[in-house]
């Protein structure tokens, strides 16, 4: 019961109250349904949700419907172009294809036309983490460091593809990004595994002289910054760019460096920011060596074929856009779902307190982001993108929009409910009474008789007159004989086949 409970806790209130107080169509049909066959309503692990209207969304009706609607048909195309989709054990399964059907042929160029498209297919819901009312949003932003395709004295970072010898179970050579999570080996001939190098064993040159280089940067905060971002723009001494994306990381989990120099008192909590992170590290280089290994984890990046004017890719496959694209737990989400996220951030300066209502579109993930309200938002490329994501730790309201064909409340309906409880009044006239815990007949255990083979039921004494009316006739014969509790199901021992046998009857099957 206890693992029931909590797989159910993240059900909405308002759907499974609904549930709860409606009768079922065909009541015995209904309650009397095997487990395994139960259609239970929306669920999302660790959250809890509850309908919103769109009136009560603040700031819904005066947000740039276009803009995100441009967003989500950027996601939609990887989505209907799946012949055969997956099944997919997320709340949202495969349901984004029927509103993305609907918009792939839908050119809209009205921003009214695009609320009203959001209005009719989808549904919103206000979701937070399980206990709580806000999630808790951070930003995130595309680098643009100076590189060189050659090493030399200026730049003499290396910037590194996934190397060869790098295993992940259940992906090959040739899979194009690796999980950003779990373990991650280095094989040692053909079956010795263990754990891949750390950051330490890589700077140190564990892996140099492989021809791995992708090109190289001026300083190792350059490469932290562009592997904490998990994409960069290279601008190399040539004129030329590079465009690097994540690829794969070392197995090691990520160790936040703002967070160790709040706990070593060295930058304050409200001042911490990614500006004042690479401003300590410039002040104090032999310092940051040390800071930096304190995070052992490694990304490695993959070049791809991007125009500067391009902008970068996420991890579903299609370009992010600024203000729209939002990084979610790819573990509970589903690529493409609209989130409308409300927060007073601050955006125009570190102290302000920007009103931010708007409509994002989840199209990228990271190792940081857990949980079913929590959200990287995406600001662009550059230094004064950098700047506004760097200062974003802030909690924020979640509003989830959940395609119509997942209504909570109209599946919460289907439910089985629980058989009435009876009335105390019944409750009493009908005492489920076990005869070898009654108290009267522990003095004289009860006989099995031949002709029955069983236990004669013990006579349960009426109840006073003054507690209970008198009742009729017929109650008083079923107070006289109070019902007894089942009998235990007997225990079946297994019977155990030969093999010999087993063979036999299925050779005689055969014939």
């Known amino acids: 019961m206890i693992a029931l409970a909590c797989s159910l806790a993240p059900v909405d209130a308002f759907a499974a109250r609904h549930a709860r107080t409606q009768k079922p169509p065909h009541p015995p049909a209904v309650r009397h ?129 996934r190397p060869s010898n790098l295993f992940v179970r259940g992906t090959t050579q040739s899979s194009a990004g690796l999980p950003n999570k779990g373990q991650v080996f280095r094989k040692i001939g053909r079956r010795k595994l263990v754990p891949y190098y750390d950051r330490a064993e890589i700077e140190d040159g564990a892996i140099e002289g492989r021809g791995l280089e992708i090109c190289w940067l001026k300083e190792q905060t350059d ?148 949980g079913p309200a929590r959200a990287d938002l995406y600001f662009g490329a550059g230094l004064d993108a950098g700047k506004v994501a760097g200062r974003l730790r802030h909690n924020a309201r979640f509003v989830i929009l959940v395609p119509k064909s997942l209504d909570p409340v109209a599946r919460g309906r289907k439910m089985p409910v629980p058989d009435d409880r009876p009335s105390e009044k019944i409750a009493k006239l009908f005492p489920q009474i076990d005869p070898l815990k009654d108290p009267k007949n522990a003095a004289k255990p009860p006989e099995v008789t031949a002709a029955t083979n069983a236990r004669p039921v013990a006579q349960a004494a009426p109840p006073s007159s003054a507690a209970v009316p008198s009742p009729a006739p017929a109650v008083q014969a079923a107070m006289a004989k109070p019902v007894p509790l089942p009998e235990p199901r007997p225990k079946v021992e297994a019977v155990s086949v030969k093999p010999h046998q087993r063979h036999l009857r299925r050779y005689r099957h055969r014939r």
């Open 223 to 370: 490469l932290l910054f562009s592997q904490i971002q998990g994409s960069a723009r290279v601008s190399l001494d040539d004129g030329s760019t590079v465009r690097i994306n994540y690829d794969a990381h070392n197995g090691y989990p990520y160790t936040a460096v703002g967070r160790i120099l709040i706990e070593r008192n060295i930058i304050p909590k409200d001042q911490m920011s990614m500006q004042k992170i690479r401003e300590w590290m410039e002040e104090n280089p032999n310092e940051a060596d040390e800071l930096r290994r304190q995070n052992k984890s490694y990304v490695f990046f993959r070049e791809v074929q991007l125009s500067d004017k391009d902008e970068a890719v996420g991890a579903q496959g299609v370009p992010l856009t600024p203000g729209r694209s939002i990084a979610v737990d790819k573990s509970l989400h589903v690529y493409g779902t609209p989130f409308f996220i409300e927060g007073e951030l601050p955006i125009e300066s570190a102290l302000s307190k920007t009103p931010f209502r708007r409509l994002m579109i989840a199209q990228d993930t990271g190792s940081a982001i857990v």
């Open 33 to 161: 349904l095997p487990y395994p066959e139960l259609e239970l309503p929306f669920q999302i692990s660790g959250g809890q949700y509850a309908p919103v209207a769109w009136s009560g969304i603040a700031g819904w009706s005066e947000d740039d419907h276009l803009a995100a609607y441009k967003a989500f048909r950027v996601s939609c195309r990887p989505i209907s172009a799946q012949r055969t989709p997956p099944a997919d054990p997320k709340a949202l399964g495969t349901s984004l294809r029927d509103p993305c059907q609907i918009a792939k042929d839908l050119e809209l160029s009205d921003g009214l036309k695009a609320k009203a498209f959001f209005e009719e297919h989808f549904l919103p819901l206000r979701i937070s983490r399980l206990g709580e009312g806000e999630g808790f949003v951070t930003g995130y932003y595309e680098p643009i460091v100076d590189g060189s395709r050659t090493e030399n004295e200026v730049y003499k970072v290396p910037v590194y593809r």
